[in-house]
């Protein structure tokens, strides 16, 4: 028997659909296993997020209800604050108010000191003028007394001499031990 071109294409044709639906049918299912197992992922993967998301959530919860809380706490902080500065400045308002009340009586009685030191010093000034006019009579009085001295001294000296040259006086000088 012999066989024909014709004959061999129907079953080799048969043979590849056979084939090529096998195919089909194992890509088909690794195909529904790969969409399973990367459902599962994705699955998985979105637990995690809402997980991660609930739990960012809580921390953010907790850090609002962390600054209500500091916010509350440094308010009052604050106000109480504000009182006892409030306060304090009255205190150093009526305090400042006293003193500049004192520094004007004060002030008041130093110019009429100062009018009085201006008054001592004025006569100060006179007294020291006559002292200086004084003491300018009383150097005009000690050169003349300088003068006169000179002129004494002078005299006294010329005496002195006058009584030496008449009156000799000899000193003469013995010692008992001889010296060797």
Known sequence: ??????????????????????????????????????????????????????????HINDLLETERRDHTRDSENRHHHLVAYTANSKRVRDGLQTQLTDSQRSGESCIRRSADIAATAAELLTLAGEGDGLLQETQRENEGLRVENRKLVKQVTGLVDYHNDTHPQQIVVTSSRSRK
């Open 1 to 58: 028997m012999q066989l024909k071109w014709g004959d061999l294409i129907t079953p080799t044709l048969i043979l590849m659909a056979a084939c090529g639906a096998a195919g089909s049918i194992v890509t088909q299912h690794f195909d529904e296993e790969a969409v399973a197992q990367q459902s599962k992922k994705w699955g998985e993967e979105k637990k995690r997020l809402v997980e991660a998301h609930a739990e960012r959530e809580k």
